[in-house]
């Protein structure tokens, strides 16, 4: 069971505590903090995370191919997930990261702002 967060805030479960969510949404919430979280930002867990927030230094027309590259990196532990596809839109000065991903059958989709 992870703890269920909404826009990167935790969701109180209404008794003094914080709301929990399991199975395939718990895998989704799981891939959603690898994702955002920065690769090397909590000294203790340094390969946790990614290293999406990097795209920006990149050429752009190597960032579609990194960006897969980060996706599939930060996601390495997460044995039950597969990634699907990894698709990036750009606009000006920002990108949205559209990834695909698959839980026991289940297709799930993350977007990300890169």
């Given at each position: 069971m992870e703890q269920k967060l909404v826009e990167g805030d935790y969701v109180p479960d209404g008794a003094g505590g914080l709301a929990v969510v399991s199975g395939g949404e718990g895998a989704l919430a799981r891939?959603?903090?690898?994702l955002t979280a920065r690769r090397g930002g909590l000294p203790f867990l340094p390969e946790l995370g990614s290293r999406l927030y990097q795209l920006g230094r990149e050429r752009a027309s190597a960032r579609q191919a990194l960006a897969a590259q980060y996706v599939a990196e930060a996601l390495r532990?997460?044995?039950?997930?597969?990634?699907?596809?990894?698709?990036?839109?750009?606009?000006?000065?920002?990108?949205?990261l559209i990834v695909c991903l698959e839980w026991r059958g289940e297709e799930m989709t993350v977007q990300v702002e890169v």
């Open positions: 891939a959603l903090f690898r532990e997460e044995r039950e997930v597969r990634v699907q596809s990894v698709k990036l839109t750009e606009r000006e000065g920002t990108g949205l």
